[in-house]
């Protein structure tokens, strides 16, 4: 007899538009409840630095530094570059100690043009706008890409709620990243294992390029996959667009040890899914 196969994802609700007003109130509330939960886990919290790398690597990736965005003028891609290379240095080479917990924006603090940090590009309520620290983002993204290829926990993790650009040579899955907004939109990761770890991240010449380092020669590999990717239309008039990424988790010989999800990706589509009729020619 056929199971019943239900639909994965909820109706999402038309995007409601909040005043400057509520927005404030609301950033200030939320930014109190970080600072109180920072306090409360400063013992856990990963301090330690050190430029002598662990011997084994574990996982590297990097990502292209300039892209060239639809309406995004070349210059905030430029100033992105020079916040990235002010907030790496704040985290190559940090160290996490079984047990101890990294906190992306604990390490990096407040950007802030008393810093170095210039106008980068900041999306907000499904568009772009420029904003001091802005494109610090691709580094979030980075490390969290890097962190699920590993035996490490992530315990906070964030998405936009739109998907503002279309895929341009995209390499990863849609929704495999992790977005940051000071302090409340954080990206943490708790080493539960009995190994320690090492970050390495550094702004090249054309790729932001990090890398995890352990103490043990890993045992495992990882691959994530994405399942049920769907753009629909919703009955509100706009697009969404939703999938599943799973890790999976290899042993030495290949074999496929275990399977689970790890991220289910719902966000409002700011462009139209259909190619223009001039591009079908």
Same mark, same amino acid.
């Given at each position: 007899?056929?199971?019943?196969?239900?639909?994965?994802?909820?109706?999402?609700?038309?995007?409601?538009?909040?005043?400057?007003?509520?927005?404030?109130?609301?950033?200030?509330?939320?930014?109190?409840?970080?600072?109180?939960?920072?306090?409360?886990?400063?013992?856990?919290? #990963?301090?330690?630095?050190?430029?002598?790398?662990?011997?084994?690597?574990?996982? #590297?990736?990097?990502?292209?530094?300039?892209?060239?965005?639809?309406?995004?003028?070349?210059?905030?891609? /430029?100033?992105?570059?020079?916040? +990235?290379?002010?907030?790496?240095?704040?985290?190559?080479?940090?160290?996490?100690?079984?047990?101890?917990?990294?906190?992306?924006?604990?390490?990096?603090?407040?950007?802030?043009?008393?810093?170095?940090?210039?106008?980068?590009?900041?999306?907000?309520?499904?568009?772009?706008?420029?904003?001091?620290?802005?494109?610090?983002?691709?580094?979030?993204? +980075?490390?969290?890409?890097?962190?699920?290829?590993?035996?490490?926990?992530?315990?906070?993790?964030?998405?936009?709620?739109?998907?503002?650009? $279309?895929?341009?040579?995209?390499?990863? $899955?849609?929704?495999?990243?992790?977005?940051?907004?000071?302090?409340?939109?954080?990206?943490?990761?708790?080493?539960?294992?009995?190994?320690?770890?090492?970050?390495?991240?550094?702004?090249?010449?054309?790729?932001?390029?990090?890398?995890?380092?352990?103490?043990? #020669?890993?045992?495992?590999?990882?691959?994530?996959?994405?399942?049920?990717?769907?753009?629909?239309?919703?009955?509100?008039?706009?697009?969404?667009?939703?999938?599943?990424?799973?890790?999976?988790?290899?042993?030495? #010989?290949?074999?496929?040890?275990?399977?689970?999800?790890?991220?289910?990706?719902?966000?409002?589509?700011?462009?139209?899914?259909?190619?223009? /009729?001039? +591009?079908?020619?």
């Amino acid at each position: 007899m056929k199971q019943k196969v239900w639909k994965l994802y909820c109706k999402v609700e038309k995007p409601k538009k909040r005043s400057n007003l509520r927005m404030k109130l609301g950033r200030c509330y939320y930014g109190m409840l970080r600072r109180l939960l920072w306090w409360k886990m400063n013992h856990c919290f #990963a301090k330690d630095r050190q430029s002598q790398p662990l011997p084994y690597q574990y996982f #590297a990736h990097r990502t292209i530094l300039l892209r060239k965005l639809k309406d995004v003028d070349m210059w905030l891609q /430029e100033n992105k570059v020079i916040n +990235l290379r002010i907030a790496t240095k704040k985290l190559d080479g940090i160290i996490l100690r079984p047990g101890e917990v990294f906190s992306y924006w604990k390490l990096i603090g407040k950007p802030s043009r008393r810093k170095g940090y210039v106008e980068g590009m900041i999306l907000k309520n499904g568009g772009f706008e420029a904003g001091v620290g802005g494109g610090l983002c691709q580094l979030s993204n +980075l490390i969290f890409w890097m962190t699920v290829h590993t035996p490490l926990t992530v315990v906070e993790r964030h998405r936009h709620g739109y998907d503002v650009f $279309p895929d341009s040579d995209r390499t990863q $899955p849609f929704g495999s990243g992790a977005t940051c907004f000071y302090p409340h939109g954080d990206l943490m990761i708790q080493n539960n294992t009995e190994d320690t770890y090492q970050l390495f991240v550094h702004v090249g010449e054309e790729y932001l390029e990090g890398e995890w380092r352990v103490t043990r #020669a890993p045992q495992y590999r990882y691959e994530i996959v994405e399942r049920n990717h769907e753009m629909r239309s919703e009955f509100w008039g706009g697009y969404t667009r939703h999938n599943e990424l799973y890790k999976q988790q290899y042993d030495g #010989a290949g074999m496929l040890l275990e399977e689970h999800c790890i991220v289910k990706n719902s966000a409002i589509m700011m462009y139209s899914p259909f190619l223009e /009729e001039n +591009l079908c020619m």
